[in-house]
Nanobody
């Protein structure tokens, strides 16, 4: 069993910053890609950013230059530093990890709410 636990969400004014964290625990041999996704009310879940074990990153166009993803492999933790937040960033943010134990499988966190007020 693998658990992903996110933290760091909250309410912030437009232009502000937040830092999300996600810790993976449980039966983990290694973690390949980790990432952040978000889902706004009435919309589909969308990719925000991903990062490989080696540190290669990928971002949605809507967050490039404002968000930074990073990870600490020793702590099985991924971070999302969000700056210059906009009201349209309001969503539930989900952590994702491709975990290898006795097989390889995608796991999701429970989500953390980010609300940006105008």
């Amino acid at each position: 069993q693998v658990q992903l636990v996110e933290s760091g969400g909250g309410l912030v004014q437009a232009g502000g910053s937040l830092r999300l964290s996600c810790v993976a625990s449980g039966n983990i041999f290694s973690i390949n890609a980790m990432g952040w996704y978000r889902q706004a009310p009435g919309k589909q879940r969308e990719l925000v950013a991903t990062i490989t074990t080696g540190g290669s990153t990928n971002y949605a166009d809507s967050v490039k230059g404002r968000f930074t993803i990073s990870r600490d492999n020793a702590k099985n933790t991924v971070y999302l530093q969000m700056s210059s937040l906009k009201p349209e960033d309001t969503a539930v943010f989900y952590c994702n990890a491709l975990v290898r134990n006795w097989g390889t499988r995608n796991y999701w966190g429970q989500g953390t709410q980010v609300t940006v007020s105008s």
